[in-house]
């Protein structure tokens, strides 16, 4: 096996794995939205998130790991679409933000 062989088979490894581990990473942000959404009251709309962007950061111990953010659109009333998003190093959590809310019956 020569070299521009073996480059394209380690390619190609690289590949699917960043295709695995995304898919994993955004089941994790699907569950994670959704239970964000439900303790909130909110409706998290199409059931499902995007990415927006990729970079590389450091967690909190101090190791390179990949950060991935993830747009969804939720709806506070019933009928409208809101965007929120949600950021993860690696598998963990990071932040999810939905925005201001619109507090429902205030005094009662």
């Not at 699917?16 to 955004?26: E, F, K, P, Y």
């Not at 659109?73 to 999810?96: A, F, K, P, W």
Request: hydrophobic share 45%.
């Amino acid at each position: 096996m020569d070299f521009p062989e073996l480059f394209g088979l380690l390619l190609l490894v690289v590949a699917v794995w960043w295709w695995l581990d995304g898919l994993r990473a955004r089941d994790a942000a699907v569950s994670a939205a959704r239970e964000a959404c439900a303790g909130l009251g909110l409706q998290l709309l199409d059931d499902t998130v995007a990415v927006s962007s990729h970079r590389f950061a450091r967690d909190e111990g101090g190791r390179l790991c990949l950060q991935r953010v993830f747009g969804f659109e939720y709806s506070d009333t019933g009928d409208n679409r809101r965007d929120g998003h949600l950021t993860m190093q690696g598998e963990d959590i990071v932040s999810i933000y939905t925005g201001p809310v619109l507090l429902k019956d205030i005094g009662d």
